[in-house]
């Protein structure tokens, strides 16, 4: 699957200005809001036979708080209060480091964002909640590091494609070790894995978006080495939780740890080094 290729996280058009002080308290209250609805929804859910969000109810939690953050869309404005801003951030508003991926600059940002990341992440093979949380987390993480060190930090961030593009390389790498080599599947997430680093590979060297014809101007000052950020960091926390699984079994299985240098056994003749 090809990520659309405006689908990107974002610098703002212009820079947001700091919150007053009395956002901490608006932000509190939206929680404790947002938090009893999802408790709601989930109990209601568990009577119905909505089999996708019954396995996956995290998806009502993102779908909650997309909408939440986007709302001022409605009336031609974003929630700039909810964006990354390194200034306010400094300053003590340690939310938006929480909230940005969520907020969008235009419906047609929030549409393709939004699109991306939920056919992407629905699609994970992975069983375990915790898990799938990881690894967007670790998206998420990598392209907000990628993107704070870049030049145009300072004018904001807010979206979900530098996660989204994260996700689209732990899918690859799914189907890459669920599935026998050379394979149909297996092919198709070689190339899946191929095409989506190198078009963040492109946009990072180039500075500029690979499908930027399709900007329309409505999708702000786009950040071009975010989404190879959320690649990275997707990537390395698919790579850890892999190894921590591994480790678990061979735990439970009772397997001892291979020696230092190899698995050869000491003194066995056809193991024994030749010159």
């Known amino acids: 699957m090809q990520l659309h290729p405006t689908c990107t996280r974002h610098a703002l058009a212009a820079p947001g200005q700091v919150a007053p002080e009395n956002h901490a308290g608006m932000f509190r209250s939206l929680c404790a809001c947002f938090l009893s609805v999802f408790i709601r929804v989930r109990l209601w859910l568990r009577r119905k ?17 997309i909408c939440v953050a986007n709302a001022p869309l409605l009336t031609g404005h974003w929630w700039q209060a909810l964006t990354f801003q390194p200034e306010a951030v400094r300053a003590g508003q340690w939310w938006r480091l929480l909230t940005h991926p969520f907020v969008h600059v235009t419906w047609y940002h929030l549409l ?20 799938r949380l990881a690894c967007i987390l670790g998206a998420a993480i ?11 930090a300072a ?49 990072a060297l180039a500075g500029r978006m690979f499908f930027a014809f399709l ?56 193991n024994a080094p030749s010159h």
């Open 112 to 131: 393709l964002d939004g699109a991306a990341f939920f056919v992407l992440y629905v699609g994970l093979l992975e069983k375990s909640l915790g898990r």
């Open 155 to 203: 004018m904001g961030l807010c979206g979900l494609s530098g996660v989204a593009h994260g996700l689209m390389a732990i899918s690859a790498l799914e189907l890459l070790s669920a599935r026998k080599p050379h394979s149909a599947e297996w092919r198709v997430g070689l190339a899946t894995f191929a095409l989506v680093v190198g078009k963040a590979a492109y946009e």
């Open 49 to 65: 036979s909505l089999s996708v969000l019954r396995h996956r109810p995290e998806l009502l939690f993102f779908a909650l708080a």
């Open 142 to 152: 990598g392209s907000l590091a990628a993107a704070w060190s870049s030049p145009t």
């Open 215 to 270: 900007d329309f101007g409505l999708l702000g000052s786009p950040v071009s080495v975010s989404h190879a950020g959320g690649i990275m960091g997707g990537i390395t926390m698919s790579l850890i939780l892999s190894l921590g699984k591994t480790h678990k079994s061979r735990l439970l299985r009772g397997e001892p740890r291979p020696p230092l240098g190899g698995s050869c056994e000491i003194g066995s003749p056809q």
